[in-house]
Every structure is written in C-alpha cells, then in structure tokens.
C-alpha cells in the first residue's frame, strides 16, 4: 500500500510544485511579452523605457518587477531554443553560475519542464552564463502552439526571480 500511495504523491507533488512556481509571479504586466509596453512603471513610480523585443530579435520576458529580463529566440533551421538574461534595459547580458535553467510550460492543458543547458557567450566569465539553449523540434512546436503559456524562474545574484512565458505569432518577429 505504502508504493500506491507514493506513486499517486509524486504526480500531486509536480502539480504542486508547478502551480506554486506559477504563483510566484511578481511581474505587474498584463500584457504578452511580444506586446510588452515600451515604457511601464513598475509600481514604484519608476518609470524606465526599453525595447518590444530583446537585442536578438526574441521575445522578452520581464523578470521580477523589471529589475531583469530574458529573451526567448528559436532558431526553425536548426531547431533550437535559446533564452538570454538581460539587464533591466533589456540591452546587456546577466550572467548566473547555474549550469541549466527551466521553463515551466503548460501546453494543451498540459505541464511540461524544458531544461535549456548553459552556452556561455563571449564576455561571459568563467563558470557563468548569460545564455541557455535546448536543440529540440518539440520545444518548438510547444512554444508555438496556441494557448501555450509558462514560467521561467530562475536565481540571478542570489535573489528568485519569475516572469510569464505566452504564446507569441511566430510570424511576428524575425529570426
């Protein structure tokens, strides 16, 4: 009886874990990362300005109250997903020590994790990364299905910090 009822804990225990890492969130925008405002205040009457999209042409994602951002890109020709941490301009790379962060999808109803593995950039320091990548068709596709929504959380200078992965138009932005 004891592995039944383990069995049945470790599901409830991912649902858990996932719908609590969604809760997390401490991003004040309602709109998609693909519509995300030029200039917001992030309620402390700050108001700063940065791009709609990362220096990659991606898709941003505020982290946190914009103290940070990430930048989602695929790459259809070689199957790729990469994800950048920038600065609270958008505009220069974060590095972290962590040799892997995780996207937390929901896709069709459904929680999924993507491990993107650590690809330093030049400029990056030793034993730290600013970018993250997975080769994998289907973390595409999911990234591309309607209704696909997330999280990324991820720990940058000992702080946690969240933000909402959405489905973007593909046909929106370049590669």
Request: hydrophobic share 35%.
């Amino acid at each position: 009886m004891k592995c039944r009822f383990t069995g049945c804990l470790q599901p409830l225990a991912f649902c858990a874990a996932f719908a609590f890492a969604g809760c997390n969130a401490t991003s004040t925008s309602s709109t998609s990362p693909q519509t995300h405002a030029a200039d917001h205040d992030h309620g402390s009457g700050d108001v700063h300005e940065h791009a709609a999209e990362g220096p990659h042409h991606g898709q941003l994602i505020e982290l946190g109250q914009g103290e940070f951002h990430a930048e989602l890109t695929h790459d259809d020709a070689t199957k790729t997903v990469t994800l950048y941490l920038l600065d609270k301009d958008a505009k220069q790379p974060v590095t972290i020590a962590d040799p892997e962060i995780t996207l937390n999808l929901v896709v069709a109803g459904k929680p999924t994790q993507v491990k993107l593995v650590a690809s330093p950039q030049e400029g990056d320091a030793a034993g730290q990364s600013s970018r993250f990548s997975i080769a994998d068709q289907s973390v595409i596709e999911a990234l591309d299905a309607p209704g696909t929504t997330g999280r990324l959380n991820v720990t940058i200078s000992g702080q946690a910090y969240s933000g909402a992965v959405e489905h973007h138009e593909h046909g929106a932005h370049e590669h």
